[in-house]
């Protein structure tokens, strides 16, 4: 089988986590097939529509590296690509089946359905629409929404590699809406269509389309068409795990995630094990790894819960793994602007440094701005170290003046001749180097956390050292 896969977002919004999961797995199994992988833009839905939405979606795909074969900024053979530039296709399928007697002019005013409705209720019995099938619907006229005749009622069956084998009752079949007034194709109808025409042999979306699968089983024995495979993923929950992840859950849209510094390795890396996983402890794949490793069969049907943390640990991964050339190009918009003045030798020396700690890109002002300018002093940073805050004022600047002294006599101020003069202070003040190096570190960056402290040092400098500890003790 010649394996066609496709993602087809809505430009409604920004493109969150689970959008771009419904768009990795189908890319996976088209490139571990060497099939072809097909993007869509679903725009019939135009109140909803969100301009610039369409362009960062290409945008945000590319920065992961979810290529595609055919679509926008591609073309091919199967386009358009955008649904509201298919009218007239949606049209000729629609005709067929009015020729067919499976499809009619809904006359009803939203009120009359809304009555049918209140009486389904009153009877204590599901709304059908079928159930109010006008006796001699109008000519269409593109002026009304047209309806799918649901006329073959009976129980679908059918396998989902994800889910298992699943079916559902005649009870859940009805007259759904094809075209409505406007012109425009509905979902339900549309993607039937499109996938059709474009020879899509995998569909992989949410498990929120799951109920909706028999009434497109339905529709496909209407057009005589044969279904592709139908694969429902299962959610991405809430950090709680008690439900299905949304913005009020603090769900950032993937291009915040990449403004925040996390790498499209990591954020890729990330997805993929988000229900998935290989049958092993390994964690980190690169994108060949993905490809090759991918199987539809090892995704959990259980909801996969949303772990920020175990996003920024893998991000820190990922930062460790890169080149200091290609790290230094990816930050190049990270520095803080005091770093402005420094030739590139002394800021890779600086990122070399700190690339261990790093967690985000984002963090690496944080990390570095101490190197750059004289940092502003905030005494929490001791009072809130369980050590630290033990110390009397006489004994922190005690410790301070020995330091200072010892620092003082260092002729070659390099990473080896800080330690070994920082070994000799642990001896003579009788400090744990918790309690010593802790306050040295503190008090010459004035930051949460830094590199090791005598690489750190050396890059400050030995006079800017020397000026800081002295500023404190004054």
């Not at 386009?79 to 009803?108: S, V």
């Not at 498990?207 to 139908?230: C, G, H, K, N, T």
């Not at 440094?353 to 929490?380: C, G, I």
């Amino acid at each position: 089988m010649n394996i066609r896969t496709r993602f087809a977002p809505s430009p409604t919004g920004y493109i969150h986590v689970g959008n771009v999961r419904a768009a990795l797995f189908p890319w996976l199994l088209a490139r571990q097939h060497k099939g072809t992988f097909i993007l869509r833009i679903e725009d019939t839905d135009q109140a909803r529509f969100v301009e610039g939405a369409t362009d960062m979606i290409l945008d945000t795909l590319e920065w992961l590296g979810i290529d595609w074969d055919e679509g926008p900024r591609k073309g091919g053979e199967y386009g358009p690509y955008f649904q509201t530039e298919r009218r007239d296709h949606y049209k000729a399928w629609a005709q067929k089946l009015i020729d067919k007697g499976l499809a009619y002019a809904d006359p009803y005013t939203p009120e009359q359905v809304q009555t049918f409705r209140e009486e389904a209720k009153a009877a204590k019995r599901p709304f059908l629409y079928r159930d109010h099938r006008p006796e001699n619907p109008p000519v269409w006229d593109g002026t009304q929404p047209l309806r799918f005749k649901v006329t073959d009622i009976k129980r679908y069956t059918w396998n989902d590699p994800v889910m298992g084998e699943l079916s559902a009752g005649p009870e859940v079949l009805d007259d759904f809406i094809l075209i409505k007034g406007d012109g425009l194709p509905t979902y339900n109808f549309a993607h039937i269509v499109d996938d059709a025409e474009m020879q899509i042999t995998h569909v992989i979306r949410g498990l929120e389309y799951i109920s909706s699968i028999p009434r497109y089983l339905s529709l496909y024995d209407a057009l005589e068409l044969e279904p592709p495979v139908l694969v429902c993923l299962p959610h991405i929950m809430a950090p709680d795990g008690n439900k299905k992840l949304g913005k009020r859950d603090g769900a950032k849209s993937v291009g915040e995630y990449r403004t925040d510094g996390i790498l499209p390795e990591a954020m890729l890396n990330f997805l993929a094990s988000m229900g998935w996983n290989d049958g092993t402890e390994q964690e980190i794949f690169t994108r060949d790894e993905l490809i090759e490793k991918f199987s539809l069969e090892r995704v959990q049907r259980s909801g996969a819960r949303f772990d920020e943390q175990r996003l920024l640990w893998m991000n820190g991964q990922w930062i460790r793994t890169l080149e200091l050339d290609d790290l230094y190009a990816r930050v190049e918009k990270y520095w803080p602007t005091s770093a402005d003045d420094f030739d590139e030798v002394y800021k890779k020396q600086i990122l070399s440094l700190v690339q261990d700690r790093l967690k985000t890109l984002a963090e690496l002002p944080l990390m570095s701005r101490y190197f750059f300018e004289e940092p502003v002093e905030n005494r929490e940073l001791i009072t809130s170290n369980k050590q630290l805050k033990k110390l009397s004022e006489d004994e922190t600047n005690q410790l301070l003046i020995s330091a200072k002294a010892a620092f003082e006599n260092i002729d070659d101020w390099t990473p080896e001749t800080i330690q070994a003069s920082l070994n000799q202070l642990l001896e003579s003040t009788g400090q744990k180097p918790g309690i010593l190096f802790s306050l040295i570190r503190i008090v010459t960056t004035w930051a949460p956390f830094s590199p090791q402290l005598n690489d750190t040092l050396a890059i400050i400098g030995k006079q800017k050292t020397l000026d800081r500890i002295a500023r404190f003790i004054a």
